[in-house]
C-alpha cells in the first residue's frame, strides 16, 4: 500500500516550506516533497536578500497580505532566533506620475501608511548613496527592508520537521492523478496518496500542470563593489527601486557584506527552466553597471558576485493562489511574478486556511485563477 497523508506540498521552496509548516503546525499529516534539497540555487530563493515593502505599488490589495507576513516573519524570528528582516527603509523612486510612484503613493494613502514624498534633494541630502534624476521623486516608507531568503526558507522547513510533517529531498514528483476517493502522486522514487495536494514547484509547475498560464523569465542579479561603506551601511542607505524609465525597473540594496546587490526588474528572457543558461556573461554586468551607475555613484564596475534566478510570471504579474480549475483538491499556490518572496510566510498560511476550512481571511481576488 503506497504511504497515504493527508495533504502532499509538491516543492519546498519559499512558498512550499512555509505551507508545510503551517498545516504541519495545525495538525495535519503532511508529506513535503522537493526535487533538490532547499534552499538551493536553481529556483527562485536563493540570492541573500529578498525587498519587503509594505506601500505596494502593484496594487493596494497586496497591504494586508504583507502586514500579515511581516507579523508571521517576526514570529519566525522569534522561534528560530535569527535574524530574518533587517528594516532599512525603502525608496520608490520615479517619475511623479510613474507607476512606481503613484502606485506607492495610493496603497499608503487607502490604508494610511507612514510615507514621505520626497523631492531629489532631500533625497540626496539624507540617503547620499542615492542619486535620483532632476524630474524624479521619492516615497519614502520607514517599515521596508530586507528578509533573507535562504534563512526563511530553512526555518519553516526546520519547523514543518519539528511539527510532525515528512519531508523528503531529491525526489521528483513526477505526476499526480485522481483515483475518485484520493489523490495519488507518483515521484521518481515511489507512489503516495493524499487528500489534497499543493502545488509550489516554483518555476517548474508548468510540468505538473500544462495548462498553467506562466512564462518563466530569467535574471541576473550582480553584487558590486562600492566605493563608500559609509553610505551604503544600511544604517544610511535603505532598499531603493528605480522606475528608471515607463514601465522599466531596476532595485537595489544596501551593503550587506557581500558588495551591493542590484537587479533589473523583468527585461529577462523566456527560459525553460531545465535549459536556462546559468552562466552570467560579462556583458550582463557591463550593462546594468551602466543603467546604474549615474543613480549610484559610489559603486564600482567591479562585480563581485553574480548569479541567475528564476521569476514565473502570470501574465498580469499578480500571483496565483487558487484550486486548479478542473480540480478542487488540487491547490496551486506559487506562481508569483518575481514579487512573491516577502509574502510567503502568508501565503503558508493562506494555503492552510484554503485547504483545512476552505476560505482565507485574505482578499484573494487578484490572485485566482485566469
Ligand atoms: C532575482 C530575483 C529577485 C527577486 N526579488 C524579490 C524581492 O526583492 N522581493 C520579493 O518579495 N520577491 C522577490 N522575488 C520573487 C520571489 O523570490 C519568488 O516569488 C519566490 O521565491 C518564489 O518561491 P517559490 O516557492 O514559488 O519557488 P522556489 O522557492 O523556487 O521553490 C520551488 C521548489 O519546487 C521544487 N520543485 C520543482 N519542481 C518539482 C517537482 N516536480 N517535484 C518536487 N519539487 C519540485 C524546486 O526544487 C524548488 O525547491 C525575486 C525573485 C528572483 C528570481
Same mark, same amino acid.
Given at each position: ?78 522561534? +528560530? &532566533?535569527?535574524? %530574518?528582516?533587517?528594516? @532599512? ?9 510613474? /507607476?512606481?510612484?503613484? *502606485? ?74 485522481? +483515483? &475518485?476517493?484520493? %489523490?495519488?502522486?507518483? @515521484? ?9 495536494? /499543493?502545488?509550489?514547484? *516554483? ?97 564600482? *564596475? ?69
Amino acid at each position: 500500500m503506497p504511504e497515504s497523508y493527508d495533504v502532499i506540498v509538491a516543492g519546498l521552496g519559499a512558498m512550499g516550506s512555509a505551507t508545510a509548516f503551517q498545516l504541519a503546525r495545525r495538525g495535519s499529516q503532511v508529506l513535503g516533497l522537493d526535487r533538490l534539497h532547499p534552499p538551493h540555487t536553481f529556483g527562485s530563493s536563493h540570492g541573500q536578500s529578498r525587498i519587503i515593502r509594505e506601500a505596494y505599488f502593484e496594487h493596494p490589495l497586496y497591504v494586508p497580505l504583507v502586514q500579515r507576513a511581516y507579523e508571521l516573519w517576526a514570529e519566525l524570528g522569534k522561534a +528560530s &532566533g535569527q535574524r %530574518l528582516l533587517l528594516q @532599512t527603509g525603502g525608496l520608490m523612486i520615479g517619475l511623479p506620475d510613474g /507607476v512606481v510612484v503613484k *502606485g506607492t503613493l495610493a496603497s499608503a494613502q487607502t490604508h494610511h501608511l507612514r510615507h514621505e514624498l520626497l523631492p531629489v534633494e532631500d533625497v540626496r541630502r539624507r540617503f547620499p548613496a542615492i542619486d535620483p534624476r532632476d524630474d524624479m521623486v521619492a516615497v519614502f516608507e520607514p517599515r521596508a527592508g530586507v528578509v533573507f531568503p535562504e534563512l526563511c526558507v530553512q526555518a519553516h522547513l526546520r519547523f514543518a520537521q519539528e511539527s510532525g510533517a515528512t519531508l523528503k529531498f531529491n525526489e521528483t514528483v513526477t505526476g499526480w492523478s485522481d +483515483s &475518485g476517493d484520493s %489523490l495519488e502522486v507518483k @515521484t521518481a522514487q515511489g507512489v503516495y496518496r493524499c487528500r489534497l495536494l /499543493v502545488i509550489s514547484a *516554483g518555476s517548474w509547475a508548468k510540468e505538473l500542470i500544462p495548462e498553467l498560464p506562466v512564462v518563466v523569465e530569467r535574471q541576473v542579479l550582480v553584487w558590486f563593489e562600492q566605493h563608500a561603506p559609509q553610505l551604503f551601511s544600511p544604517e544610511h542607505c535603505p532598499i531603493y527601486l528605480f522606475e528608471y524609465e515607463r514601465n522599466r525597473y531596476f532595485y537595489g540594496f544596501p551593503e550587506l557584506g557581500t558588495g551591493v546587490k542590484i537587479a533589473r526588474h523583468h527585461e529577462g528572457s523566456a527560459v525553460d527552466p531545465n535549459l536556462v543558461s546559468r552562466e552570467v556573461h560579462p556583458e550582463e554586468i557591463k550593462s546594468l553597471h551602466e543603467l546604474v551607475r549615474s543613480f549610484l555613484p559610489e559603486l564600482a *564596475g567591479k562585480a563581485l558576485e553574480a548569479v541567475v534566478c528564476l521569476y514565473t510570471n502570470m501574465p498580469d504579474e499578480h500571483f496565483l493562489i487558487d484550486w486548479h480549475p478542473k480540480n478542487p483538491r488540487v491547490l496551486v499556490c506559487s506562481p508569483c511574478s518575481g514579487h512573491g518572496f516577502k509574502f510567503s510566510s502568508a501565503i503558508g498560511e493562506i494555503a492552510a486556511d484554503l485547504i483545512l476550512t476552505g476560505r482565507s481571511k485574505l482578499d484573494l481576488t487578484l490572485f485566482r485563477w485566469r
